[in-house]
């Protein structure tokens, strides 16, 4: 069974550029999350789609950063303008049933982002 | 608010020694707690969980204990491999199902 697959795995611009982020998530799975790793920190929640609604928005700088998850699949994550302070790993990932009492977040490779 | 506080790495360690890594947390509730590993060019990976006071989590010969009395759930192995070497990230799920990571802490393991 495929994993979660995310692209590009490395992305490389200048400020002020636009950039955006796909994930594909496992098959199956309706619930679908963008998080943010920062060098040498964990993984924060930028927000999490329960099919395609986006069900937890609160942490996503929504000045800057947009998703989408048009049809309760794959989803883009985008930044524009980029800022040199929005280098990190964006991390996607996905799960089946969150309502169940804990139920595993299944993560990708990351995609990780230099603003020069 | 909810937090996890690991320690700080590196880790070093020799081939089959004992290894802990600390994990204290602050939560509201009662929340479930996991360790998550990343291998050098990996995504994260659960390497075990508990969700409730005095589960013992266990998974590649990795053992964590949920212990509410000490808000801790630090992480054992009685002999670690140089194949363990990796970033371990402590994490617990909050009320609104959100996961909320500890800054990780890297294991080097030297043969």
């Known amino acids: 069974e495929a994993g979660v697959v995310q692209s590009p795995r490395y992305k490389i611009i200048e400020k002020k550029q636009p950039v955006a982020f796909w994930c594909n998530p496992i098959?199956?799975?309706?619930?679908l999350y963008w998080y943010l790793q920062n060098l040498g920190q964990g993984p924060e929640l930028l927000i999490r789609?329960?099919?395609?609604?986006?069900?937890?928005d609160s942490q996503l700088p929504k000045d800057r950063f947009s998703a989408e998850r048009l049809k309760g699949v794959d989803s883009t994550l985008k930044i524009q303008p980029a800022e040199l302070g929005d280098s990190a790993v964006y991390l996607c990932?996905?799960?089946?049933?969150?309502?169940?009492?804990?139920?595993?977040?299944?993560f990708g490779p990351g995609t990780r982002l230099t603003v020069l | 608010g909810n937090s996890v506080t690991q320690m700080e790495g590196p880790v070093t360690l020799s081939e089959e020694a004992f290894l802990t890594i600390n994990c204290t947390y602050t939560a509201t509730g009662y929340p479930s707690l996991f360790w998550y590993v990343q291998y050098p060019g990996e995504g994260l990976q659960l390497l075990l969980k508990a969700t409730k006071a005095d589960d013992k989590g266990s998974n590649k010969g990795f053992e964590a204990t949920y212990r509410k009395e000490t808000t801790s759930f630090h992480l054992e192995k009685g002999s670690v491999q140089v194949s363990d070497s990796a970033v371990y990230f402590c994490?617990?799920?909050?009320?609104?199902?959100?996961?909320?990571f500890g800054s990780g802490t890297r294991l080097l393991v030297r043969p």
């Open positions: 098959s199956g799975h309706n619930t």
């Open positions: 994490a617990l799920m909050d009320s609104s199902y959100k996961l909320i």
């Open positions: 789609y329960e099919n395609e609604e986006a069900v937890d």
């Open positions: 990932a996905s799960s089946s049933n969150p309502l169940v009492t804990y139920n595993e977040q299944f």
